[in-house]
């Protein structure tokens, strides 16, 4: 018992005498990010020339060492490099990624969001502790030319604001080729911190060289320097913006869209017209022999009214008979009952006598119901008969033309050039307005010119004939009483109607009605056949109301009434940011970190 209690004494000594000199069992670290590294420095030494052309080139050499942890983390690093300065490709071609002696590393490369992304190290090892990256490429168009400070400038981001990791020193040396420093105007500057930051670091110049360096950078912390040189030192960049290809076509190509479109209305307008016809109307009192109401109504274009007109016409022609009830639901309100006379119906209109009764025997009735499906499916099926007809009597027809095939086939390449044009912006990166413009405007042109330039059914020289004697029953029924009489009366007409005989003026007002409803008149013409009924007997082929005026309320009610027809079966990276261009200028001072090409960002992996 003693030496138990002895014991444990002295373990309980040992666990203090541990705590107190820090130690402790071993805790589950946190999750380790490739991210949690640091960089000690960063080299850049920048060889700044021209071509033959006189634009600017660039030989960049980064040596970047990092300092990665001695857990079996990373992998290697990223390297983000930007392919574009403001609206100038830059042409990145890698030369070749080292270590510090100089032996090749691997490495992968994939252009994307407007970088060159150096993935650099090989997955099967990892790197511990202090390790430096030695990469070398060029650029092209790195100087730009800036209004505000009159001059060429060199106005580059070092490292870049798109790195998590804090470096320990950047130092940038920018050697100038022969015959460049020449040229320089002596404004240079250096700025560092996050970006945006005007916060200045050191810069001097010796001969051709000009250094500058900055300590202590945070993550997303960058140096950017500026180097001024006269004006026309170096030529501008040719920017994709500028070429005809994406600052003229889609102007052009937006132009023969708004031509073809101004050309198929002429077409429409001008071009493709119903037919003139004689030109002078002369009042008839007779309907036309080959034009019954429905197929004059369909010339016409006034449909709406073609059903009532026809039933009229056959009621007036002792064909059928309508009942109204007016004490009934709209719906119910007219009821139709074929007489005995429909075997008198030309072959060109009983169709319309099947359509409304189905089967044809003397005494049958029919509801003019709208929600009757069956009614509903045979007035449906037969609903183009009158188009046909027309067209096939030669009154209608399309006007033979090859625009149509023209215009389209024209009008689709117009607009395929335009999307094609718009995408390959896209893909450049080529922010202009003329671009989306053009390519929404020559699309949707497209299908309006496809659609408009389909020839409309016009009037035939036949079909105006046809119209303008329709015309001139319409200008007959508008006469007053006086002047019809006087045309009744004319030498061509005085021995076929008797005005005195008041049977036949009803009868022949009577075979006018339906026209009137065509042209919108029954109402008129309904008053006059009123008074004349009122001296003689009230017709046969209309009962219901007491006041004969009201039959004008069946062409309303019927023109407004829309047959149900039965319903068809159902069917079954953090590097986004970084390598901006400002548009000011920074070498006298009013630039800021991160505003200059280059830079961009990078991380670990």
Same mark, same amino acid.
């Given at each position: 018992?003693? !030496? ?15 705590? !107190? ?30 071509? /033959?052309? $006189? ?13 990665? %942890? ?31 002696? $100089? ?15 150096? +993935? ?13 990256? =030695? ?8 100087? =730009?030319? &800036? ?18 990791? %804090? &470096? ?43 250094? /500058?360096? @900055? ?10 320097? /500026?180097?001024?040189?006269? %004006? ?6 040719? #920017? ?58 369909? !010339?016409?274009? +006034? ?16 064909? #059928? ?11 119910? +309100?007219?009821?139709?009952?074929? #007489? ?20 044809? /025997? ?20 037969? +609903?183009?008969?009158? *188009? =046909? ?25 117009? @607009? ?23 390519? #929404? ?23 105006? =004939? ?25 030498? $061509? ?36 056949? $009123? ?41 079954? *990276? ?32």
């Amino acid at each position: 018992m003693r !030496l138990r209690t002895a014991a444990l004494s002295a373990l309980a000594a040992l666990g203090v005498v541990l705590m !107190l000199h820090g130690f402790a069992l071993p805790v589950p670290a946190a999750s380790a990010s490739p991210q949690d590294f640091t960089f000690a420095s960063m080299t850049a030494d920048y060889y700044l020339g021209r071509d /033959a052309g $006189g634009n600017a080139t660039l030989r960049t050499v980064e040596t970047l060492v990092a300092v990665f %942890p001695d857990i079996d983390q990373n992998h290697g690093i990223e390297r983000a490099i930007p392919l574009k300065y403001g609206d100038a490709q830059l042409d990145v071609a890698i030369t070749s990624v080292t270590d510090g002696s $100089g032996s090749p590393l691997p490495y992968s490369r994939s252009d994307a969001d407007g970088f060159a992304v150096l +993935r650099i190290g090989s997955a099967d090892r990892f790197v511990h502790g202090e390790t430096t990256y =030695r990469i070398e490429y060029t650029q092209r168009n790195v100087v =730009r030319s &800036f209004a505000d400070t009159a001059s060429d400038e060199f106005y580059w981001d070092v490292n870049g604001t798109g790195w998590a990791q %804090p &470096f320990g020193t950047v130092t940038a040396t920018v050697h100038l080729e022969e015959g460049i420093a020449g040229s320089l105007t002596g404004n240079v500057a250096c700025y560092q911190g996050y970006a945006g930051s005007t916060d200045r670091c050191d810069i001097t110049r010796a001969g051709d060289t000009i250094t /500058a360096s @900055a300590h202590d950078l945070g993550g997303y912390q960058n140096m950017t320097i /500026a180097i001024g040189f006269d %004006p026309a030192t170096f030529v501008d960049p040719p #920017l994709l913006k500028n070429s005809w290809v994406f600052a003229i076509l889609p102007w052009v190509l937006l132009g023969l869209t708004v031509a073809a479109f101004l050309l198929v209305l002429w077409l429409r307008v001008v071009v493709w017209r119903d037919a003139k016809g004689r030109g002078i109307i002369i009042p008839e009192y007779s309907p036309p022999d080959d034009a019954y109401p429905m197929l004059a109504a369909e !010339l016409l274009q +006034r449909g709406n009214s073609a059903l009532p007109a026809q039933i009229v016409r056959f009621a007036v022609a002792r064909v #059928l008979a309508i009942r109204e009830y007016p004490d009934k639901p709209k719906n119910e +309100r007219y009821e139709l009952e074929l #007489l005995a006379g429909w075997p008198t119906v030309p072959e060109s209109e009983r169709w319309v006598l099947t359509a409304l009764f189905g089967t044809l /025997a003397v005494g049958g009735r029919m509801t003019l119901d709208g929600g009757d499906t069956k009614l509903g499916d045979r007035l449906a099926a037969h +609903r183009a008969k009158p *188009s =046909r007809d027309v067209k096939a009597l030669g009154w209608r027809a399309r006007p033979s033309s090859r625009a149509p095939r023209i215009l389209g086939w024209g009008t689709f390449l117009v @607009a395929a050039a335009a999307v094609a044009v718009w995408i390959a912006g896209n893909v450049n990166d080529v922010q202009l307005t003329g671009l989306w413009l053009a390519a #929404l405007v020559c699309s949707l042109g497209w299908i309006v010119i496809l659609a408009l330039a389909i020839p409309p059914l016009v009037m035939t020289q036949e079909g105006a =004939r046809v119209r303008d004697y329709l015309y001139g029953v319409r200008d007959y029924i508008s006469l007053a009483e006086k002047d019809r009489i006087r045309v009744l009366q004319a030498p $061509g007409t005085a021995e076929r109607i008797d005005v005195t005989d008041q049977s036949a003026i009803i009868k022949l007002y009577e075979k006018l009605l339906p026209y009137a409803m065509i042209f919108g008149v029954e109402k008129e013409w309904i008053g006059e056949l $009123g008074r004349r009924y009122a001296v003689t007997e009230q017709p046969e082929w209309y009962t219901g109301a007491n006041d004969f005026g009201q039959v004008s309320g069946f062409n309303t009610t019927i023109a407004a009434t829309h047959f149900a027809t039965t319903p068809p079966p159902p069917s079954t *990276s953090s590097w986004s940011s970084s390598g901006g261009s400002s548009f000011s200028g920074g070498s006298s001072g009013g630039g800021s970190s991160g505003g200059g090409g280059g830079g961009g960002g990078g991380g670990g992996w």
